[in-house]
T-cell receptor
Framework: DVKVTQSSRYLVKRTGEKVFLECVQD?????MFWYRQDPGLGLRLIYF???????EKGDIPEGYSVSREKKERFSLILESASTNQTSMYLCASRRTAQETQYFGPGTRLLVL | SQKIEQNSEALNIQEGKTATLTCNYTNYSPAYLQWYRQDPGRGPVFLLLIRENEKEKRKERLKVTFDTTLKQSLFHITASQPADSATYLCALAEANQAGTALIFGKGTTLSVSS
């Protein structure tokens, strides 16, 4: 079974802090994704990565950056957390564009 | 503009009935559609994928149809059970866009009462 893990289920941070969300997949998938999910807005794509050291902006990249130094790990960075970044963050991976996307359990981030 | 819409935010049905969820899209040419289930506080779980050249796909009590003329996918759960209560998301990926991420609808929350 494909396994996508995220470093934390719940996180509480202060405004202005730098926040790291880690995602690891164990199936040698090429593509990895970061979404955020908010009530009434659905899943919105922040960034994705086709391969190691590659990244592409999604629909809402402002205030975020990413890092993919190894194939299995995709990190989302909130450079200076703000209250409007309080959300559920979901990581996903897939082998290729024609295959199923698998999600991690999510990190619920609260920025105070 | 491009849109993917699940036309019901919520659907309530009785146990044993068939639930039918709708996903419509505008100004996309999807290579395939996927359906996911999401329980509260958890990540989406993949259920079914249907490609543009397929009309219907089945898996146990689940059935998905894909009509590229109507630009619509229907997701059916037959003999529904209270355990089927969850939010169901449809998602599509465009043809000829090898690196494109999935685009998700906002979901339909299904409640099955006993």
């Amino acid at each position: 079974d494909v396994k996508v893990t995220q470093s934390s289920r719940y996180l509480v941070k202060r405004t202005g802090e730098k926040v790291f969300l880690e995602c690891v997949q164990d199936m040698d998938h090429e593509n990895m994704f970061w979404y955020r999910q908010d009530p009434g807005l659905g899943l919105r794509l922040i960034y994705f990565s086709y391969d190691v050291k590659m990244k592409e902006k999604g629909d809402i990249p402002e205030g975020y950056s990413v890092s993919r130094e190894k194939k299995e790990r995709f990190s989302l960075i909130l450079e200076s957390a703000s209250t409007n970044q309080t959300s559920m963050y979901l990581c996903a991976s897939r082998r290729t564009a024609q295959e199923t996307q698998y999600f991690g359990p999510g990190t619920r981030l609260l920025v105070l | 503009s491009q849109k993917i819409e699940q036309n019901s935010e919520a659907l309530n049905i009785q146990e044993g009935k068939t639930a039918t969820l709708t996903c419509n899209y505008t100004n996309y040419s999807p290579a395939y559609l996927q359906w996911y289930r999401q329980d509260p506080g958890r990540g989406p779980v993949f259920l079914l994928l249907i490609r543009e050249n397929e009309k219907e796909k089945r898996k146990e009590r689940l059935k998905v149809t894909f009509d590229t003329t109507l630009k619509q996918s229907l997701f059916h759960i037959t003999a529904s059970q209270p355990a089927d209560s969850a939010t169901y998301l449809c998602a599509l990926a465009e043809a000829n866009q090898a690196g494109t991420a999935l685009i998700f609808g906002k979901g339909t929350t299904l409640s099955v009462s006993s």
